[in-house]
C-alpha cells in the first residue's frame, strides 16, 4: 500500500478480553515500530522489528503485552486480559530502516483502544 | 531513557504571527526529528537533524539544532490555520532509529 495501514482504527474491548492490532507497514520496509500514545503525551515506545526479528521489545508494559512479525511484513500486537489502564491509541511505524539513521519513520493513523 | 522537554505545551496565536517552540534533552542526540500530529490522524514527518548548528526549513517552517546537539527549535513564519496541530520531538535511542518522543506542543492559529 502507499502507507502504513493499521487496524481496527477503533477497539472497544471489555476488560479481561485479549485483542489484536494490526499493522501493515510500506511494502519493502525492513524496520517497524510499535508506540503508545495516552492523551496529552508524546509517543511510547514499545517495541520494533528488523525483518521478523524483534530487535527490542523493552518498551512492552508487561507481559500481557507481546508482539510478532512472522513474515517479516504484516505485525500483530496482541494484548491479552485487557485492563482499562491499556486504554490508548497504538501507532505502528515503519522505515526503510537497515542501520541507516537518516531515515524517517512513516505512521499509521493509528488504532485508538478504548478498554470497558 | 533520554528525557525529552518541549515547551511551551500549548500555544495559540493569531494568524500571521511568528512562533517558536523548543525541544530541550538532558543527553546529546544523536538524531533529531520533528513531527506534525493533526488531530485524529497519523503523524507527520517534518524533518531530521543530526549535526550541530545545522538548520532545515520546508516552507514556512525551519528547524534548528545548537552546536552542543542538546537543543532544536521549530520556528514557523507568518503562521497560518493550516499549521495547526502538536508538534513532537524526537531523537534516537542511543544510536539506533528508535525514536523516543517529547509531551508535544499543541499549536491553535486563530483566523
Known amino acids: 500500500g502507499a502507507g502504513v495501514s493499521q487496524s481496527p482504527r477503533y477497539k472497544v474491548t471489555k476488560r479481561g478480553q485479549d485483542v489484536a492490532l494490526r499493522c501493515d507497514p510500506i511494502s519493502g520496509h525492513v524496520s517497524l515500530y510499535w508506540y503508545r500514545q495516552a492523551l496529552g503525551q508524546g509517543p511510547e515506545f514499545l517495541t520494533y522489528f528488523n525483518y521478523e526479528a524483534q530487535q527490542d521489545k523493552s518498551g512492552l508494559p508487561n507481559d500481557r503485552f507481546s508482539a510478532e512479525r512472522p513474515e517479516g511484513s504484516i505485525s500483530t500486537l496482541t494484548i491479552q486480559r485487557t485492563e482499562q489502564r491499556d486504554s490508548a491509541m497504538y501507532r505502528c511505524a515503519s522505515s526503510p530502516g537497515g542501520g541507516a539513521l537518516n531515515t524517517e519513520a512513516f505512521f499509521g493513523q493509528g488504532t485508538r483502544l478504548t478498554v470497558v | 531513557s533520554q528525557e525529552l522537554e518541549q515547551s511551551p505545551q500549548s500555544l495559540i496565536v493569531q494568524e500571521g504571527k511568528n512562533l517558536t517552540i523548543n525541544c530541550t534533552s538532558s543527553?546529546?542526540?544523536?538524531?533529531l526529528y520533528w513531527y506534525k500530529q493533526k488531530y485524529g490522524e497519523g503523524l507527520i514527518f517534518l524533518m531530521m537533524?543530526?549535526?550541530?548548528?545545522e538548520e532545515k526549513s520546508h516552507e514556512k517552517i525551519t528547524a534548528k539544532l545548537d552546536e552542543k546537539k542538546q537543543q532544536s527549535s521549530l520556528h514557523i513564519t507568518a503562521s497560518q490555520p493550516s499549521h495547526a496541530g502538536i508538534y513532537l520531538c524526537?531523537?534516537?535511542?542511543?544510536?539506533?532509529?528508535?525514536?523516543?518522543f517529547g509531551r508535544g506542543t499543541s499549536l491553535i492559529v486563530h483566523p
Open positions: 537533524l543530526q549535526k550541530g548548528g
Open positions: 543527553k546529546t542526540l544523536y538524531g
Open positions: 524526537g531523537a534516537d535511542r542511543g544510536g539506533s532509529y528508535i525514536p523516543t
